[in-house]
């Protein structure tokens, strides 16, 4: 199967629209999938935590 997709791109796009599909009608999946990728996503604390890092930097090097 991996080589036919290698073979043939439109095969493999179908494919791939398939699982998205399948992925988007079940919420069993779509849970494991969203809990996988949360771990990778930066929070708006995460954000201000860096820009207040980014700031101290910043007026230590004027200094």
């Given at each position: 199967?991996?080589?036919?997709?290698?073979?043939?791109?439109?095969?493999?796009?179908?494919?791939?629209?398939?699982?998205?599909?399948?992925?988007?009608?079940?919420?069993?999946?779509?849970?494991?999938?969203?809990?996988?990728?949360?771990?990778?996503?930066?929070?708006?604390n995460?954000?201000?935590?860096?820009?207040?890092?980014?700031?101290?930097?910043?007026?230590?090097?004027?200094?």
């Amino acid at each position: 199967m991996l080589e036919e997709f290698d073979k043939d791109e439109n095969a493999y796009k179908e494919f791939v629209k398939r699982i998205a599909v399948g992925i988007a009608q079940d919420n069993e999946i779509k849970i494991l999938v969203l809990n996988s990728v949360i771990k990778d996503v930066a929070t708006k604390n995460d954000i201000d935590n860096v820009r207040k890092e980014v700031d101290n930097l910043r007026k230590e090097l004027k200094a």
